[in-house]
T-cell receptor
Framework: GAGVSQSPSNKVTEKGKDVELRCDPI?????LYWYRQRLGQGLEFLIY????????KSGLPSDRFSAERTGESVSTLTIQRTQQEDSAVYLC????????????FGPGTRLLVL | GESVGLHLPTLSVQEGDNSIINCAYS??????FIWYKQESGKGPQFIID?????DKRQGQRVTVLLNKTVKHLSLQIAATQPGDSAVYFC????????????FGTGTQLKVEL
């Protein structure tokens, strides 16, 4: 399909383990975003990548969270030493580069930390 | 801190009626606002947006109104249908804040047959 895809769709892990979440943006989109959505709440911005510029990491909640993106392709969000409070849906979005360009979201990865 | 919030967590409407979902924002530096629809188990879907130099914008069955004086945003859905049942989020983009969006907590719209 032509939309944003994310994998895995669901992830159950044990406290203390590391997890890696993947996002495939829409082809041609230079900007890629990660958001977190806790149950029954709105989305919290985590990080965004714009082309070759330094990413905006201002939303990452702790140094256990990191993300990478190679060029204008896939991105991975890594959570180290997961905690129960990390349980949430992690949503990826992509857009063309402008500030007011529509962000298109993927279906999310549902992470449960036991 | 600055935030975007919604007045009503749940809104129930009869099929065919009009729906109005409200949103208050507190950051006067926001100049771009977006409404998203999120169905259960899916990612948010763009509905409509509006820039701060406008006070109204219309789409297909949807209208967004922006009142900068009281920092209030609303989404109107005409002739609400069962398929409109979802959680609706408003989001704002701050001037100078880059591309990131700040989302409200959401309103659950339930359409009753």
């Amino acid at each position: 399909g032509a939309g944003v895809s994310q994998s895995p769709s669901n992830k159950v892990t044990e406290k203390g383990k590391d997890v890696e979440l993947r996002c495939d943006p829409i082809s041609g989109h230079t900007a890629l975003y990660w958001y977190r959505q806790r149950l029954g709440q709105g989305l919290e911005f985590l990080i965004y990548f714009q082309g070759n510029s330094a990413p905006d990491k201002s939303g990452l909640p702790s140094d256990r969270f990191s993300a990478e993106r190679t060029g204008e392709s896939v991105s991975t969000l890594t959570i180290q030493r997961t905690q129960q409070e990390d349980s949430a849906v992690y949503l990826c979005a992509s857009s063309f580069g402008g500030r007011r360009e529509t962000q298109y979201f993927g279906p999310g990865t549902r992470l449960l930390v036991l | 801190g600055e935030s975007v919030g919604l007045h009503l967590p749940t809104l129930s409407v009869q099929e065919g009626d009009n729906s109005i979902i409200n949103c208050a924002y507190s950051n006067s530096a926001s100049d771009y606002f977006i409404w998203y629809k999120q169905e259960s188990g899916k990612g948010p879907q763009f509905i409509i947006d509006i820039r701060s130099n406008m006070d109204k914008r219309q789409g297909q069955r949807v209208t967004v109104l922006l009142n900068k004086t009281v920092k209030h945003l609303s989404l109107q859905i005409a002739a609400t249908q069962p398929g409109d049942s979802a959680v609706y989020f408003c989001a704002e983009n701050l001037t100078g804040g880059g591309n990131k969006l700040t989302f409200g907590t959401g309103t659950q719209l339930k359409v009753e047959l």
